[in-house]
């Protein structure tokens, strides 16, 4: 059974700050912002970039871009951060309602920045299974800038995280950008690695952990976490990559376009260098930040705009998430067969 993509849609806030602005409130190079940490620029929410009314933006751009009726959605599957307008809320509830789902139901799914490559397996089993899912929508947004503390030099490698909206259209029985195969993998020895040590059951909310920023993110084990991601990060970024397309029935060498999360310059360049790809078949994200799990839309959104992804092309979607998960998805793009 035929999963295709109708369409995406990506919201990017007006507002961003310079890697020249984030060397200097981290007392850090801008050298080492821009050429190490390859951020020359990211966007972050403006006044009313709410985390689900950035995601409501791209769905609404994502429908009107398929043009079809939003009666048409049978399931949307909200794909933001746990981060947004209200704790204890499910957005994808108040995304249907905003974008005029009404036949639809909703739910929420989490795995950080694998998100969206899971919702995207979670979408395409439930399809499969239920003859009554024919149109489903990905969607949400992300803002987890909010919880960056720039004088914290244990979250340096997170100084990329910004702020956007993205969402996916899938349609069954669409006999173009077919949905292959996704491959997940997740490690739960750096489960609490990174995390907001206050807010939660263990450490409740206070005026004293505010004052101590322990409501922003922070790395309990830097020493220990770097160890062990410098044994398994790369491996198992390159292994989910190779088994999506494998198990979709192409080699790695028929890879055409890596749709990859913003990391650090020296990683990407790695990732294209052991998959034989140019820098021609994956966009740098260097602009934009890394936008959570709205990347991988991101990057392909831009690709087919910019020509990077032609009919028959085989594209990549590939995250790595904190916690740790990392996850890749292959799209046979353009019509099929």
């Not at 985390?51 to 049978?74: F, N, Q, R, V, Y």
């Not at 929420?108 to 239920?130: E, F, H, N, P, Q």
């Not at 790395?219 to 989910?240: D, I, Q, Y």
Request: aromatic share 6%.
């Amino acid at each position: 059974m035929q999963i295709g993509i109708l369409s995406t849609g990506v919201y990017l806030p007006d507002e961003f700050i310079t890697g020249t602005e984030i060397a200097k409130l981290a007392g850090i190079p801008t050298q080492v912002v821009e050429e190490k940490m390859g951020i020359k620029k990211k966007h972050v929410p403006g006044q009313e970039d709410h985390t689900c009314a950035m995601g409501i933006i791209a769905a609404k751009k994502a429908i009107a871009k398929a043009g079809i009726d939003p009666l048409e959605i049978d399931l949307v599957i909200y794909i933001g951060e746990e981060h947004k307008e209200y704790p204890l809320w499910t957005a994808g509830i108040k995304l249907q309602e905003e974008i005029g789902a009404f036949n639809a139901w909703a739910f929420d799914v989490a795995l950080r920045c694998s998100t969206t490559v899971m919702a995207l397996k979670v979408a395409k089993s439930m399809m499969i299974a239920d003859p009554d899912l024919k149109t489903v929508l990905l969607a949400g947004g992300y803002r987890n800038v909010d919880f960056i503390d720039y004088e914290n030099p244990r979250t340096r490698f997170m100084f990329n995280l910004g702020a956007g909206g993205g969402a996916i259209l899938l349609k069954k029985g669409h006999n173009e950008n077919l949905l292959l195969e996704t491959e997940l993998m997740t490690d739960g020895s750096f489960s609490e690695d990174v995390v907001v040590v206050s807010g939660g059951t263990k450490n409740p909310i206070s005026k004293e952990a505010i004052d101590q920023r322990l409501n922003k993110l922070d790395v309990l084990n830097p020493a220990g976490m770097k160890a062990r991601l410098e044994e398994k990060s790369m491996a198992n970024f390159l292994k989910v990559i190779r088994e999506s397309v494998r198990k979709s029935g192409y080699r790695e060498g028929d890879i055409s376009y890596l749709a990859i999360l913003h990391m650090k310059k020296s990683a990407h360049e790695y990732v294209l260098r052991e998959l034989g790809l140019s820098d021609s078949q994956s966009i740098y994200l260097q602009d934009y930040g890394h936008i959570g799990q709205i990347d991988q839309i991101l990057s392909l959104e831009l690709a087919v705009n910019e020509g990077k992804v032609k009919d028959g092309d085989l594209v990549v979607l590939v995250s790595a998430g904190i916690g740790y998960a990392w996850g890749a998805t292959t799209i046979k793009w353009g019509k099929g067969d």
